[in-house]
């Protein structure tokens, strides 16, 4: 799996981006990020986009992205996946015809830009061939599991040609997810404040290398992998620096941009 990293922040800063995962140009692990990163001919590519949780910062591409395809007059179909209480923020709240038009059915409800497909938390989703020219690819399975954070959320579990990745979204402290990630091939897990904001942290249900260490001690297998998301900007260093006090090699923060071979 190629994975790219449109956005990885906490916060929008300048070269800080919001949250989105591009795998094999075609999937789209949440959408704070699009537009502004990809050409016209890559947004085009993209076929499929799983959404963790309905904050703004993991949504706001998509409407972007719909508005992009129907100016150009593409016939080009995208399926969004998510918890039945993602899809009805996104259609009560963003889609619904005052804050953005509703491109579940535009231009037509026959032939519309967006598709919105209601998944089961432990249910994995199966998907063919993103696209033709990875026609002679195995397909790709996605199974969304329960987060801890203030409003409804998952994280995913993706597997396709043996590999296995893991992307918890937000979250402060969990368990489901630690069984999916023991032995995979990359854990992209965020951490949102410096330790010295524990408190802060918990209360919004995210993440500092302090949690996240105590998180790790519950997974039996560590993964190939350890890829962190969601720090705040103006924290990066800092919380750069505690995770490298946390002397685990494997652990990496992400920088927009960066491009990974999983």
Known sequence: MKLRILGS???EFPDFRPPAFLIDDSLLLDAGTIGSVLTEDEQWSIRNIFITHAHLDHIRGIPALADNIIVKNLRHLVDVYAPLSVIDALRSHLFNGLIWPDFTCLPTPEEP?????VIQPSEPVVLGNL????STIDSYTLTAVPVHHTVPAVGYCVEHAGRRLVYTGDTGPTDAIWHYASGADALIVEVSFPNNQEPLALLTQHLCCSLLEKELAKI???????????????YYEQIKGEIAQM???QVELLRDGTIYDI
């Open 9 to 11: 922040a906490g916060a």
């Open 113 to 117: 830009v967006l598709r919105f497909n």
């Open 131 to 134: 696209t033709p020219e990875h």
């Open 220 to 234: 039996s297998e560590l993964p190939k992998r350890i890829l962190i998301t969601h720090p705040k900007p103006q």
């Open 247 to 249: 002397g685990i090699r």
